[in-house]
C-alpha cells in the first residue's frame, strides 16, 4: 500500500512538473508543425517478452501522451506515420492485427475523442486509403466527420501512405488543373503548383518545422520527402515509440527555440 501511495505521489508530480515546463515553453517560439515516424513498436514488444500487439497497444497510447504534450504546448498540426504502403508487405496475420487496431482506435477516438474536441483537432488520414479494408474506411469516415468543424489545431494520421506515392499523386494534380486552365500546348507547373496538390496541403497543414524520428533508426522511410525542405529540423530519437514521451520530447523544443532565437527570427 505504502509503495502504492509512493508511486502515486511520484506520478503526479511528474504531471505537474510537466504541465509546468510546457507552459514556460509556451512562452518561446513554438513550432507549428512536428510530424513523427513513430518506429520501434515490434522492438518494443520483444525486448519486453510481449506480443508484437501489445508494442503496437502501447504505441497507441504514446500517441495520445505525445499529441496532447504538443496540444499543450501549443503545436497546431501533429503528423504520424501510422503504416507506410510498404508495411503491406509484413505477415498476413500482423497486418489483419494493425487494421483491427486502426479500427478499434479511430471508433474511440470518433466516439470518446475528448481530447480532440478539448483541443479542437481536426482529424485527416492521408494516403492511399482506397488500399485499406472496407471497416477501417468506415472509420475513418466516421471520425473525419466527427471532427471536422474543429478548427485550433490538426491531426495528419498517415496511413497506407508512402511519400513517392504523395508526390505522384501532387504531379498528377497538378498536371491535370493546368491543363483544364491553359492551352494544352502551353501547359506548366512549378514547385508551388506541385506543394498545393500534397496531401498534406489540402487538409491545410503548416509548412513542417521539425520531424522526429524514434528508435535509433536514421533514415526517413519514405515519409513527408517534399515537406522535409531546408527549414526543417531533423531529430533522430533512440527510444522505442511506446517509450516516447515528453522528456524525450523537451530537449527537441529547446533546440527549435535555440537555433530560432540565435537566426533572430523573433
Not at 497546431?76 to 497486418?95: I, Q
Amino acid at each position: 500500500m505504502f509503495r502504492r501511495a509512493l508511486c502515486w505521489i511520484h506520478a503526479k508530480a511528474t504531471r505537474t512538473i510537466e504541465r509546468l515546463l510546457l507552459r514556460v515553453l509556451a512562452a518561446g517560439p513554438v513550432p507549428r508543425h512536428v510530424a513523427f515516424v513513430m518506429d520501434g513498436n515490434r522492438r518494443y514488444a520483444r525486448s519486453h517478452h510481449q506480443p508484437i500487439q501489445q508494442g503496437h497497444s502501447d504505441g497507441f497510447m504514446a500517441l495520445r501522451r505525445v499529441l496532447e504534450a504538443c496540444l499543450r504546448l501549443g503545436v497546431c498540426c501533429v503528423s504520424v506515420y501510422a503504416f507506410a504502403l510498404d508495411n503491406f508487405k509484413r505477415s498476413p496475420e500482423e497486418v489483419r492485427d494493425l487494421m483491427n487496431l486502426a479500427h478499434e482506435k479511430l471508433i474511440e477516438l470518433s466516439k470518446h475523442g475528448e481530447l480532440l474536441q478539448e483541443y479542437g483537432v481536426r482529424l485527416n488520414v492521408l494516403g492511399k486509403t482506397s488500399l485499406l479494408p472496407e471497416y477501417v474506411r468506415e472509420a475513418i469516415s466516421h471520425v473525419e466527420s466527427a471532427t471536422r468543424n474543429n478548427n485550433r489545431a490538426i491531426l495528419n494520421i498517415c496511413m497506407s501512405y508512402s511519400a513517392q506515392d504523395e508526390i505522384t499523386s501532387a504531379v498528377d494534380s497538378a498536371i491535370r488543373l493546368s491543363l483544364e486552365k491553359s492551352d494544352p500546348n502551353r501547359c506548366e507547373i512549378t514547385e508551388d503548383d506541385i506543394d498545393a496538390q500534397l496531401y498534406t496541403s489540402l487538409v491545410g497543414s503548416p509548412p513542417l518545422d521539425i520531424l522526429i524520428r524514434t528508435s535509433g533508426v536514421k533514415r526517413l522511410s519514405d515519409y513527408l520527402l517534399w515537406q522535409c525542405c531546408e527549414n526543417t529540423q531533423i531529430h533522430f530519437s533512440k527510444a522505442y515509440w511506446p517509450d516516447y514521451g515528453f522528456w524525450d520530447l523537451l530537449p527537441v523544443i529547446l533546440d527549435y527555440q535555440r537555433k530560432i532565437w540565435s537566426q533572430g527570427k523573433l
